[in-house]
T-cell receptor
């Protein structure tokens, strides 16, 4: 149980294009989903908290107009990196929770912006 | 959110028991302690969670003293495949479930 998937697992795009990453909770309804970013050899950095049907809450320093988050249902949240640039290249990881104090993480999406 | 402090790295050998201690002096009353394991280019994997005393599952044990200001993850008889980064986190759903990752402990298991 408690499986979270992400799609795609890796994506390469040109600078200036937008990329959408999907996060799904497969066997439970996620009241809250989280998006993280991880650069090489570094820890995970929380970007935003997403609740179904409401606007995401972004961490300080994260541009909400650049990283668009939509949480359309209790099993799906999407992160869109708009007008991506090489510095946005990173490993993006989502997590989901169904209420109790445990987050379950997706496998991550490797974004490379050329 | 309570800040956690862990050793940056640890070395061990196959078959040994490994204990990783995490300090969380500012843990709040409602906070749980959760440990995750992360391999390169993968999402963190839940290992164990506890609130107080001792918790054991099929892969690890978690020891939490009465003051809850620290916790110790115990991995019995590690193997090469346990080489990974281990994160200790504290948080609660009352705080929106947010988890702030620290540096983690990079465990290297040698043959």
């Amino acid at each position: 149980g408690a499986v979270v998937s992400q799609h795609p697992s890796r994506v390469i795009c040109k600078s200036g294009t937008s990329v959408k990453i999907e996060c799904r909770s497969l066997d439970f309804q996620a009241t809250t989903m989280f998006w993280y970013r991880q650069f090489p050899k570094q820890s995970l950095m929380l970007m935003a908290t997403s609740n179904e049907g409401s606007k995401a809450t972004y961490e300080q320093g994260v541009e909400k107009d650049k990283f668009l988050i939509n949480h359309a249902s209790l099993t799906l949240s999407t992160l869109t990196v708009t007008s991506a640039h090489p510095e946005d290249s990173s490993f993006y990881i989502c997590s989901a929770t169904d209420g109790p104090d445990t987050q379950y993480f997706g496998p991550g999406t490797r974004l490379t912006v050329l | 959110l309570a800040k956690t402090t862990q050793p940056i790295s640890m070395d061990s050998y196959e078959g040994q028991e490994v204990n990783i201690t995490c300090s969380h002096n500012n843990i709040a009353t409602n906070d749980y302690i959760t440990w995750y394991q992360q391999f390169p280019s993968q999402g963190p994997r839940f290992i164990i969670q506890g609130y107080k005393t001792k918790v054991t599952n099929e892969v690890a044990s978690l020891f939490i003293p009465a003051d809850r200001k620290s916790s110790t993850l115990s991995l019995p008889r590690v193997s090469l495949s346990d080489t990974a980064v281990y994160y200790c986190l504290v948080g609660s759903y009352n705080q929106g479930g947010k988890l702030i990752f620290g540096q983690g402990t990079e465990l290297s298991v040698k043959p």
